[in-house]
């Protein structure tokens, strides 16, 4: 085989080479971090002498793109500079298509196993990580991904290269670096065997890394406290942290920072888990907060922020159909009175938003728990069982009677309400009827109140009675499905403050939002 010496500007792509589509740019990046780290070719390209100054290339196209790209970032190797070593044949064009065939068809590729194992006997070899990265221009990662496999446990691997197993489920043991452990569940488990179901036996007493705790505490604080991760190299949200003892302790002290705010806040307690579920709240009672009692000043300035906000309605309703609306002044304008709006509303909020008075904080507390997206999360108003008679005296000390007795003066007659309710009722229910998105809204409300308050629970989801600001914490029925039981934490901690009147509540949410709650309830 002769080998000639040719300028690389000299060199060009065959049209009988069969690779028409150009290679990827991470092909031809992988392939110059190859000829960067042999300091050369080890195989010369092969083409035919199409003109006195120009060589045609039909087998290794994709060297001379990575040549070329090496030429023009100016890492060309001195071995190159003086030119490229190529294999000229005189042939014909059938005989040049099949050379190039056969370079990018025939040639019998390693297997994956025969792959992972050549980096492992490189590495044993004495190479690190980043010579084996740089003499075959590939990244770290995927040199630890090839090692992590070919150091399974020999008899996963036996199976491996039997076809008994796919290579996901190789992949799914890499996360146990103790051979003897995925040994075990190698034999205890089917060989057919979902990957997700290896990782878990594999992982069983461990905390995924997406938990919540984990997005809480923060997995930096974690590895700083000297916690160790077990890194899924194939997908790190599938990794796993294996000291919860330790977990548990970090999310207990950064709680405990939210503490001062509601001891100093005049609570009679305040607690905090990492975790609460439903039948640990229904040990507690609940008190709820209560409009504030305002000002001669307050009150005068509430109605003078509802008049302004009426006014800059009507302001903006003019300004969005007027024909300039578009132009940068009347947007600029519009803006404004936007902007105004938005802090009245602010106001309008501070000033008139539901408030936990003195008296109902001194009889209950707060438990500071994280929710399902790592945040924190207050459980405000809950009273203890040796706190519910103090509160009950409380609410009839404000009343003006007694817990056990009812001023029946002013009370209606049994059948003049029944008359006035049925009215009511019956008058609703016709204008629901016509009206598709209240209809929708009230039957959400019902099934929400069915769901997560209890079957039992005979309040409407629609009531005209008047609602107590005292109650039993609901109970939501538990699974042992973990997707169901998040669905059933995250709607019951939106639903919550909005309990007592849900159809009013609902009616501020996003459509999307009912429609889904609908859905999920249904």
Request: hydrophobic fraction near 40%; charged fraction near 25%; proline fraction near 3%.
């Amino acid at each position: 085989m002769d080998i000639t010496i040719v300028p690389l500007n000299q060199l060009i792509k065959a049209d009988t080479n069969v690779r028409q589509d150009d290679h990827t740019e991470n092909d031809v990046a992988g392939l110059a971090m190859s000829i960067l780290a042999e300091d050369g070719l080890i195989h010369p390209l092969t083409g035919f002498q199409k003109s006195k100054k120009r060589v045609a290339i039909y087998a290794g196209s994709g060297r001379l793109a990575a040549l070329n790209k090496l030429q023009a970032e100016g890492k060309l190797p001195e071995t190159l500079k003086a030119g490229i070593p190529v294999v000229i044949k005189d042939t014909g064009r059938t005989d040049q298509i099949s050379t190039s065939l056969a370079e990018n068809f025939e040639r019998a590729p390693l297997s994956p196993m025969d792959q992972f194992e050549a980096f492992k006997s490189l590495s044993d070899e004495g190479l690190s990580l980043d010579d084996i990265c740089r003499r075959f221009g590939v990244s770290e990662k995927l040199v630890k991904q090839r090692l992590a496999l070919a150091n399974v446990a020999p008899v996963i691997v036996t199976a491996f290269r039997a076809n008994e197993i796919g290579l996901a489920q190789m992949q799914a043991y890499t996360i146990e670096p103790d051979a003897g452990v995925q040994e075990r569940v190698f034999t205890a488990i089917s060989r057919q065997a979902h990957p997700g179901a290896i990782r878990r036996m594999l992982t069983e007493s461990e905390t995924p890394i997406t938990s919540q705790f984990v997005t809480f505490v923060g997995i930096d604080a974690y590895e700083a406290a000297g916690g160790n991760v077990k890194r899924d190299l194939f997908d790190d949200e599938l990794s796993s942290l294996t000291d919860n003892e330790l977990l548990f302790r970090l999310c207990d002290e950064k709680l405990g920072e939210y503490t001062e705010a509601i001891e100093t806040d005049g609570w009679k307690w305040v607690e905090t888990h990492a975790s609460v579920d439903y039948d640990f709240l229904q040990n507690y009672e609940r008190v709820y907060p209560v409009e504030p009692e305002l000002t001669e000043d307050q009150e005068a300035r509430v109605g003078e922020i509802n008049s302004r906000i009426e006014e800059i309605e009507e302001l903006l309703a003019v300004a969005y159909d007027a024909d300039d609306s578009d132009t940068d002044e009347a947007q600029e304008a519009i803006k404004a009175l936007e902007n105004e709006a938005q802090s009245l509303e602010s106001e309008h909020d501070v000033l008139t938003d539901e408030i936990f008075t003195d008296a109902l904080k001194s009889n209950a507390g707060v438990i500071i728990t994280i929710n399902r997206t790592g945040d924190t999360h207050y459980h405000y108003g809950l009273v203890r069982p040796d706190d519910v008679e103090s509160v009950k005296a409380e609410s009839a000390s404000e009343n003006g009677s007694s817990s056990d007795t009812v001023d029946k003066s002013n009370a209606l007659s049994n059948a003049l309400f029944a008359d006035i309710n049925s009215a009511t009722e019956a008058a609703v229910q016709r204008e629901i009827s016509k009206q598709f998105s209240v209809a929708f809204l009230v039957s959400t409300a019902h099934l929400a109140q069915s769901v997560f308050f209890g079957a039992g629970n005979k309040q409407r989801a629609l009531s005209y009675a008047p609602t107590l600001s005292f109650t039993q914490s609901p109970s939501v029925p538990m699974t042992s499905e973990e997707w169901l039981h998040d669905q059933i934490e995250m709607w019951k901690e939106r639903l919550d403050p909005i309990k007592e009147n849900l159809v009013s509540g609902l009616a501020y949410w996003k459509k999307g939002d009912v429609q889904d709650l609908h859905g999920f309830c249904a």
